[in-house]
């Protein structure tokens, strides 16, 4: 708890152990921070169709060439999503703490996780949910921006069942690879579904695991 003066707060010291943002980290921070809110409050304001890189650069007071460094195109920088780095011992952990949930129920689990942590709560957040869900190119871009990293968890899937093959229920039939490949896809198209319904309807928020898969049950059977 932070020491108070009479009539000042003085302010709180780092916990012991939380990393220190070095000043260089800040300042790319706060320059990404600027193009996004840059881009977002330029196509609320204009349109998207509107808005140009050049437009959204001039407003953040950057270049051209730092607006790239940063983002590769217009539509990124109103997204403001980049890939996750995924740590493959990490995520068989996970997948040993969701236990004894399916392989697919886990993964779903793990993909709105992902989602979960997202920026939902500023203001910006709030902009950019109403431009995506009112724009369908930037809708895909957003759902596909997410789950960049599905690639990678296919493989890490693959290579967690062939660890533990008491996990695998299509084993007579497919190998890891395969079935990590559809299980994977399954719970990307779940996880992309309850992601759009949250952006159209952010009060609502997004539902639990059990949830999505109780509805996908519903429809495919």
Request: charged share 30%; glycine share 4%.
């Amino acid at each position: 708890m932070a020491k108070q003066t009479k009539g000042k707060d003085m302010p709180t010291e780092p916990a012991v152990g939380t990393p220190v943002e070095s000043l260089r980290e800040r300042k790319r921070r706060e320059t990404r921070a600027a193009i996004e809110r840059s881009a977002i409050t330029l196509v609320d304001e204009l349109g998207y169709e509107n808005v140009t890189v050049a437009m959204i650069a001039e407003r953040a007071v950057v270049s051209q060439g730092t607006f790239f460094n940063y983002f590769p195109t217009k539509d990124a920088a109103i997204v403001g999503l980049g890939p996750l780095d995924l740590d493959p011992q990490a995520v068989h952990a996970a997948y040993d703490r969701l236990a004894p949930a399916t392989p697919y129920h886990a993964t779903l689990s793990l993909f709105l996780k992902v989602v979960r942590e997202l920026d939902w709560t500023s203001d910006i957040a709030a902009m950019r949910g109403r431009l995506v869900a009112q724009t369908p190119a930037l809708m895909r871009l957003f759902l596909d921006g997410t789950f960049a990293f599905v690639a990678d968890f296919r493989s890490m899937l693959a290579s967690y069942l062939e660890e533990h093959p008491e996990k695998r229920t299509c084993s007579d039939e497919l190998t890891a690879a395969e079935e990590a490949s559809l299980v994977v896809s399954e719970a990307l198209e779940a996880a992309k579904f309850a992601l759009a319904r949250a952006t159209k309807d952010p009060e609502r928020g997004l539902p639990e695991a059990d949830e999505v898969e109780a509805i996908v049950r519903k429809v495919v059977g």
